[in-house]
């Protein structure tokens, strides 16, 4: 009896699983989503973006650093600036004007007409409460230390004056982006908890939030008061999670989204093969190789020029990245205020017997080094491995070991090292100076140089430069300089993820920083 | 009916069978009272070790969420507002009492209430793992049925090669190859996009067809080899030679008499591979994009939010730890000899 209802029963279940198979292919396809028609970027319609991960640190503009928190927040806040195409030219955004009064002062004056998404006004008193918070040590903003504001004060309805305590050539592109000093509504930002705040937003962007699902989903929708109308181009975008690249790819593939990001170069020359839009390359990715000068082979700058003169630079770039990677220094080629290196770059020319030579003078026997690589990205490791191929030619032994990123930068910051070297790889960040202090900042305990020349002139590429072209050829000098003591070690610069988008997407710039900040423009 | 006399094997229990003749609980109590504590037990351990575990991984969230990029002073505030600053036994003594309240901690990263993150997600999970185990019993238990009645011939020496390729291939890489099959076969099929059931069940059931077959279909090859063996072992009872005999074709006795005798093994796999599921659907979750405990889990432990990771290790815990009593209570109803049911 109980066999005769179980091999029913068995029957049974294979029936309705075919049979809901079949059932549910029939009705497949059934997803409806209107398209556009015309060339031009304003069009509605809805666009579904696959992202790797969601935001990190949540929906609080100033506490997104990440790659998925930066490109979420891009597209609700904005700040009193904003960059142009060619992410150096500023715009007028939250204000509609500025001027600079003095070396150490600012004024700024508001837009009319530009409200927060709950419908409220931006108010005078809500851009210096935005400002005063980024500084607010109790807000945990990564970007504090960029800031050296004496005053943020409101003069009248419509105009904030903004005094420094030193000039700062930073501070108007700090002001243009999103992260790094969007513009919150202080009475929502104060009605609101720090864990709420991750996610709901109250922005002045494009796009508003209408559900955010944590795992799967984040739907926004357009708008409708946004003051740079006719923008944004689509009534609605999605981003869903979808954490495996080639899933993603996949997916962009079939058309059941319509953009994403992906890392892998092999999958950047899949993608075009069969049409799909590529971004363009943006070496922003310098592959950094922090020496610890402070301890160890490496306190020795001979050793430090062997190892630089004893990598081949070429073959790194050929295999390591594919093809794709360029001379680097400290400062990535793709940052508004980077350059790429040149072939004469101090002991940037492959030289195997000067390695040798340099080596034999340095008097060290049996170099052996250590190098920290994050273990999470795959694609770093062949680069390392053939750069220890290229030392045990000259006679350094060096051991790999990976880490996971939070105990690399752990290590790192801590300044217990536990490695002769550790490896980054950079991103765009939301200031030039942010590498140099990363690694080199005086008095913190990650630094392992001791140069104050290297500081006098990291801090007078921010104070002192009169422009974005001063302050780049300051930059390049600090490349060369680093090169040049080989306080640090890049093999080259990569791009480090490309955006990908199918025909739904008309106009699109990809900006060098991946946060899709010109969105709204299509 | 039960008595304690009659407990078999009076050398292997000696000292049990005197505490219940003193105390005279009735033995499946006693049975299950003891599995239920020890299960108590193993959760205690599995918290220390969850705790233990989650906090010796190198790296903190401080540093994840504050970045490269902070000044000592952010994250050491950080640090303090976190409450991370404490001795690691009073953390641990902290949490625990939380959790026997119910009160799973807030996530560091989304600042969502790691409950209402586990309520979420659970949901998914299961409804993944139940569809996986009704593919693979849909495949294994028939399969395994008709290669053991054809033992040797061609539709046998297939299933058995079907199955050694479930059981070699990885579940994700087979997930992959299914992603890449789909969308070349049925482009418009929406293999991505995983929508509750509660919002859209058409939709959910769409999303569900890849992913189940994925996890189902390798994990049906286990099924499918035990149904084979167990059925071999079955025509070699006397009672099928009887059924046969008597005039039962072999389709007859296999259904009438075989399947039931050969499934009690089968069950008892099909229940355990529930509870691992829950494990290999991190693999699947994953490569699917479908938002499970699985994914949860990884992410947690990846970015060290230490109040969802130990939640979700916890649950991980006792799921094993509720499946293995559910099996145990299944023991002395398949098999009454065990835990003195007679």
């Not at chain 1, 400002?131 to 109790?138: E, F, G, T, W």
Request: net charge positive; charged share 20%; glycine share 8%.
């Amino acid at each position: 009896m109980a066999g005769k209802r179980m091999g029913r029963g068995m029957l049974g279940a294979l029936a309705l699983t075919t049979a809901a198979t079949l059932a549910v292919a029939g009705c497949s396809g059934s997803g409806s989503s209107s398209s556009g028609s015309s060339g031009t970027a304003a069009r509605g319609g809805a666009l579904v973006v696959a992202d790797d991960s969601q935001p990190l640190s949540g929906l609080d503009p100033i506490m997104a650093q990440a790659f998925n928190a930066k490109r979420m927040v891009a597209q609700f806040y904005e700040g009193l600036l904003a960059l142009d195409t060619d992410t150096t030219t500023l715009k007028p955004a939250v204000a509609e004007s500025w001027k600079q009064v003095s070396p150490t002062e600012y004024e700024f004056t508001l837009r009319k007409g530009v409200t927060f998404h709950d419908g409220t006004p931006v108010k005078a008193t809500d851009v210096v409460f935005s400002l005063k918070r980024i500084v607010d040590p109790k807000t945990h903003s990564p970007y504090v230390s960029l800031y050296t504001f004496k005053d943020v004060k409101a003069v009248g309805e419509d105009k904030v004056t903004i005094t420094l305590k030193e000039p700062q050539a930073s501070l108007l592109h700090l002001l243009a982006q999103p992260w790094s000093a969007g513009i919150v509504s202080e009475q929502w930002t104060k009605s609101k908890s720090e864990n709420e705040r991750k996610t709901q937003e109250n922005g002045t962007g494009p796009y508003k939030l209408a559900a955010y699902q944590e795992g799967s989903l984040i739907k926004t929708v357009k708008f409708a008061g946004y003051w740079d109308k006719p923008k944004p181009g689509f009534d609605a975008i999605d981003y869903r999670l979808i954490p495996d690249e080639s899933t993603r790819v996949q997916a962009l593939q079939s058309g059941s989204v319509d953009m994403t990001q992906v890392k892998l170069p092999k999958n950047v020359e899949a993608l075009k093969r069969r049409g799909i839009n590529v971004g363009p390359t943006h070496n922003v990715g310098s592959y950094w190789l922090g020496m610890n000068a402070a301890q160890g082979p490496l306190a020795n700058e001979k050793v430090r020029k062997a190892i630089s003169v004893g990598i081949d630079r070429q073959q790194l770039i050929k295999i390591g990245s594919q093809g794709v990677g360029e001379l680097a220094g400290i400062v990535p080629p793709a940052d508004p205020l980077g350059a790429a290196a040149t072939a004469d770059f101090p002991n940037y020319t492959y030289n195997q017997a000067e390695a040798k030579k340099l080596l034999a003078e340095s008097g060290a026997k049996d170099v052996k080094l250590t190098v920290a690589l994050q273990s999470e990205i795959p694609e770093i490791l062949p680069t390392a491995q053939l750069m220890k191929q290229q030392l045990s030619e000259i006679g350094i032994e060096l051991e790999i070991k990976q880490l996971p990123f939070g105990q690399l930068v752990g290590n790192l910051l801590s300044g217990k090292w536990n490695a002769d070297m550790i490896q980054l790889t950079a991103a765009l960040n939301a200031d030039a100076s942010q590498y140099l202090a990363l690694w080199f900042a005086k008095g913190i305990p990650s630094t392992k140089i001791d140069d104050p020349k290297l500081w006098q002139m990291m801090s007078d590429a921010v104070t002192k430069a009169k422009d974005d072209a001063e302050r780049k050829r300051m930059y390049a000098e600090i490349n060369r300089y680093v090169a040049e003591r080989v306080y640090m070690v890049v093999p080259y610069a990569a791009p480090i993820a490309y955006d990908v988008w199918g025909p739904k997407l008309k106009k699109f710039e990809a900006d060098p920083s991946g946060t899709r900040i010109f969105l709204k423009n299509s | 009916m039960s008595s304690a006399t009659q407990v078999p094997s009076p050398k292997v229990r000696p000292p049990e069978e005197r505490a219940a003749r003193r105390f005279a609980p009735p033995p499946l109590v006693l049975f299950l009272g003891t599995r239920l504590l020890r299960g108590v037990l193993v959760m205690f351990l599995l918290s220390i070790i969850a705790f233990g575990l989650v906090h010796m991984l190198p790296g903190n969230s401080v540093d994840l969420l504050a970045g490269p990029y902070s000044t000592p002073e952010v994250r050491a505030q950080l640090t303090r507002d976190l409450g991370l600053d404490g001795p690691l036994i009073e953390q641990y003594t902290h949490w625990l009492g939380n959790v026997l309240r119910g009160d799973f901690g807030i996530s560091v990263f989304n600042g969502q209430p790691v409950r209402t993150l586990i309520a979420d997600r659970l949901p998914n999970t299961l409804e993944l793992a139940i569809a996986a185990t009704i593919v693979s019993i849909a495949w294994g238990v028939p399969f395994g049925a008709i290669a053991a009645m054809k033992r040797g011939r061609f539709f046998d020496r297939v299933a058995r090669s079907a199955t050694f390729l479930g059981l070699a291939t990885p579940v994700f890489a087979f997930g992959v190859a299914l992603v890449l099959f789909a969308s070349m076969v049925m482009p418009s099929w929406p293999t991505l996009g995983w929508v509750p059931f509660t919002a859209d069940p058409v939709r959910n059931v769409q999303a569900l067809v890849l992913p189940a077959l994925a996890l189902g279909l390798p994990l049906g090859s286990t099924i499918c080899r035990y149904m084979r063996a167990s059925m071999l072992e079955v025509y070699e009872q006397d009672y099928m030679r009887t059924a046969l005999a008597t005039g039962s074709t072999r389709l007859q006795a296999t259904v009438r008499h075989g399947l039931r005798n050969a499934s009690g093994p089968v069950v008892t796999i099909a229940g355990l591979q529930l509870a691992g599921m829950v494990g290999q659907s991190i693999l699947i979750e994953n490569v699917f994009a479908i938002p499970g405990i699985g994914q949860l889990t990884v992410t947690s432990i990846l970015q060290k939010d230490y109040a969802a990771a130990q939640a979700c290790i916890l649950l991980l815990g006792g799921v094993f730890v509720v499946m293995n009593l559910v099996v145990d209570l299944f023991y002395p109803l398949i098999n009454p000899k065990v835990g003195g049911l007679r």
